[in-house]
């Protein structure tokens, strides 16, 4: 009974309950389907002979995809018991990583575990429930527990022996995904550069960057990533070789903000209201607060005002127009010709460039700007590399996942400086939008329709 109530009390029992929650919804969801059914069957064929073909024709995933042929196979069921545990762990990876001032404050931790339920489950089942876990949530999770060296160094703690191999590990799993290799291996690169240029450099934070640097070019030299683009071409994105690096780019930066401004995303509309208010609160300046609610205006614009902008502004409402038949994704060629097709770019431009604004105006004091508009980029970049895969429209929403999770992150860092007060209110109005979105997503993992 004593251990039960010296749980109940703790300040990481929020965590507990994030796990009770996302248990019970991993549990309700079916499979196998897409992805998901492919890996299925890896135990019919011979091992080796498997990741060769894997490494030479398809996908430098090697370790992602060994796990997920072992867990689909054999253990769903251990799957079904490990994803739960991946929310936690990112859950507790934002809080140790990037939360200073609220440290071991029940408070906080409640509320990144309502951010975190924040996240749709919807995007997790767009090829495959155990699949893009496996290849998006698992990444990520332990890509931000390979954070901590980081975070240790900074606050001057002891990194104990028997620690490091388990960040290494996190490290290598994460970096089998191209984006986080990419951001990780750039985090430790600046962080590296920062410590020596204040002599404060450690042999654990070294090495971290010499297994990023290996994940890196074990990721370039992989002949199947280039295989598998020229098969993705056929498949899905007949037209993507007609396109020069300039339409790439509109297409990078399209479809960098189409999942969070044309459809409506409760992380994204959060976050920018969450800075508005910050903003609204620290300065009168008319010019700052104006630039804080123009990526509000642009999300309820282009959901709320849906109806009213495709009648008034048909052509220029879809800019970027896509279809599928057949299985494949085709972008018309002509788009990148017609004036159209700035509208969405325009409103994007303009979107990210006031995010940036707000993130720096909310985190400029004390020059505590530089991290937070850092990942900030991070988030945009994983995204917008997008625009130079082929894949860019086949792979759908779900590779908005790390900038949706770098939003998530920044909240946590503005509420960090805030006072205990607003931290406490903005909880209450998380709880009640957590719960709402829990339904939502129960719904969805069952088949209802809410």
Known sequence: MNKVKKIWKSSYFPFVILFIIMLTLTTTKKFFY????????????DFLLWIHDRFFYWSSRIIIDVTLGVLASHMSWLWRIIDPLMYVILGFGIYRVFVTKYKDNRTM???????ILLIPQKLFSEAGWMATSLNYLWPVALGIISLIPIRKCLDGEKIRWFEFPIYAICLIFAENMEQVAAVLFTVYLLFTIYFIAKRKLRFSI????????????FILLCPGNSARANTEVRNWFVDYLMYNNIDKLFIGLYSTMQYFIIHFNAIYFLFTVSFAITIFKKYQNIGYRAISTIPIFMGVAFNVGENLLHYIFEDLYHGFSWFETENRIYLDVDNLT???????VFCSLVTLACLAVSVYLTFRQNHKAIVPLLILCAGICSKFIMGFIVTVFASSNRTSFIFMICMLILMVMMLDQSKEKTLKSYLNILIIVAIFMVMNHFCLCTGYVL
């Open 109 to 115: 931790i409640a509320t990144i575990v309502c951010l």
């Open 206 to 217: 070294f090495m971290m960057l010499l297994l990023s640097i290996a994940s890196l070019v």
């Open 34 to 45: 897409d992805d998901s059914e492919i890996f299925a069957h890896f135990g019919d064929s």
């Open 338 to 344: 017609q004036v159209s097709t700035y509208m969405p």
